[in-house]
């Protein structure tokens, strides 16, 4: 019930297109839901995090979508770049966990072609 | 605004060799984690510390050890190394329980031989 389903594995796209990364959970306690963009060679950075309250956040190219019935959220990046060839995890915590740790999907692999 | 530093960057160790990798975080943050990352398993939790003072086991705790020295630091010993260890290793930090999301070190790139 820990676990967050993430997909694609791997991504290519064509630049100025959109690529679309979705995740999966089943712990419905879950309430904060951040993705991390990868560059090889780097740690993690937080790219944009989405609440259960809300369907949607947007971050200039970055969206997240979010379905709480579905239990479903995915990564939207419009017009994508080039520069945002890098791995991709969602992730997810929930209150009631002490140390408020953060389970990860496995990542995706974003390359996008110029 | 160093954030979260980890050292060393990479490290080299026979089977059955100890080694310490250390953490640490200038952003006042309660809590740290260590983590690894391997290819198509995304990150495991191995350690936490909720707060200075606390340690919990995570996902993956086996042949690791932790120590929280203070609030600023935390270190990950691994007492005998094995192959199966070989892994990047990242540390990470956040102010607290709350919708906060994580720091990152750079990570540590260990391979056991």
């Known amino acids: 019930q820990q676990q967050v389903k993430q997909s694609p594995q791997s991504l290519i796209v064509q630049k100025g297109g959109i690529s679309i990364i979705n995740c999966a959970y089943e712990n419905t306690a879950f309430d904060y839901f951040p993705w991390y963009q990868q560059f090889p060679g780097k740690g993690p950075a937080l790219l944009i995090a989405i609440r259960p309250d809300v369907s949607e956040k947007k971050e200039g190219r970055f969206t997240i979508s979010f379905n709480k019935s579905a239990k479903q959220f995915s990564l939207h990046i419009m017009d994508s770049q080039p520069g945002d060839s890098a791995t991709y995890f969602c992730?997810?915590?929930?209150?009631?966990?002490?140390?408020?740790?953060?389970?990860f999907g496995p990542g995706t692999r974003l390359s996008v072609l110029p | 605004n160093a954030g979260v530093t980890q050292t060393p960057k990479f490290q080299v160790l026979k089977t059955g060799q100890s080694m310490t990798l250390q953490c640490a975080q200038d952003m006042n943050h309660n809590s740290m984690y260590w983590y690894r990352q391997d290819p198509g398993m995304g990150l495991r939790l191995i350690y936490y510390s909720a707060s200075e003072g606390t340690t919990d086991k995570g996902e993956v705790p086996n042949g690791y050890n932790v120590s929280r020295l203070n609030k600023r630091e935390f270190s990950l010993r691994l007492e005998s190394a094995a192959p199966s260890q070989t892994s990047v290793y990242f540390c990470?930090?956040?102010?607290?329980?709350?919708?906060?999301?994580?720091?990152f070190g750079s990570g540590t790139r260990l391979t056991v031989v």
């Open positions: 992730a997810a915590s929930a209150p009631d966990n002490y140390g408020q740790n953060f389970v």
């Open positions: 990470a930090s956040r102010p607290g329980r709350g919708l906060y999301g994580y720091t």
